[in-house]
């Protein structure tokens, strides 16, 4: 299996942050990467696909970027509601892994 | 909407069967996936079936243990799971897949509990 791994495990920020997550792959998946966000007690909700699509009705401060085996979530200005856990996920081969998590909290 | 249900304690050893109602979508034209979260811990894909359950795959870990069917006339999901061990603890999601090989997951339930203990 492909392993996935994130940094920073946790970042803190404050509201109207730029901020980064980097996510590495062990082999390459080329461009068949998604990102989730998930908030305490609830479902992950997806964010970017295809490396660096843009889900339907997920905010422009969301952006995504990279191939092969290094990709980059950036949040442009962070939002109160964008405090939550983020993972990535391949899905370039079976089986789908996921990422460990960046979560990100409150400066 | 996905809907899971049938998450409940069950003791090391025992088996679960586990269901996810569909609504708001063609059920039958989509593949359908089974992730799960142990507390704390990151998402894990469990399997997932075909629209016509003839194309299904597990995740590495899980030995023959699980088995994945769907039903399309009730728009269900299932999910049954055999010889269970504490660390199948969890919480079960079903997802909608979609994309290149299927792999990513639009719509997903609220999630199930499995918690195995004696």
């Known amino acids: 299996d492909i392993q996935m791994t994130q940094s920073p495990s946790t970042l803190s920020a404050s509201v109207g942050d730029r901020v980064s997550i980097t996510c590495r792959a062990s082999?390459?998946?080329?461009?068949?990467l998604a990102w989730y966000q998930q908030k305490p007690g609830k479902a992950p909700k997806l964010l970017i696909y295809?490396?660096?699509t843009l889900e339907s009705g997920v905010p422009s401060r969301f952006s995504g970027s990279g191939s092969g085996t290094e990709f980059t979530l950036t949040i442009s200005s962070l939002q109160p509601d964008d405090f939550a856990t983020y993972y990535c996920?391949?899905?370039?081969?079976?089986?789908?892994?996921f990422g460990p998590g960046t979560k990100v909290d409150i400066k | 909407q996905l809907v899971e249900s049938g998450g409940t304690l069950v003791e090391p050893g025992g088996s679960l069967r586990l269901s996810c109602a569909a609504s708001?979508?063609?059920?039958?034209?989509?593949?359908m996936s089974w992730i799960r979260q142990a507390p704390g811990r990151g998402l894990e894909w469990v399997s997932y079936?075909?629209?016509?359950?003839?194309?299904?795959y597990y995740g590495g870990s899980l030995k023959g243990r699980f088995t994945i069917s769907r039903d399309n006339a009730k728009n269900s999901l299932y999910l049954e799971m055999n010889s269970l061990r504490a660390e199948d603890t969890a919480i079960y999601y079903c997802?909608?897949?979609?994309?290149?090989?299927?792999?990513?997951?639009?719509?997903w339930g609220q999630g199930t509990l499995v918690t195995v203990s004696s």
């Open positions: 997802a909608r897949s979609v994309g290149f090989s299927y792999g990513r997951f639009d719509y």
């Open positions: 708001g979508f063609t059920f039958s034209n989509y593949y």
């Open positions: 079936i075909n629209p016509s359950s003839r194309a299904i």
């Open positions: 082999q390459s998946v080329t461009s068949w």
């Open positions: 295809k490396a660096s």
């Open positions: 996920q391949q899905y370039n081969s079976y089986s789908f892994t």
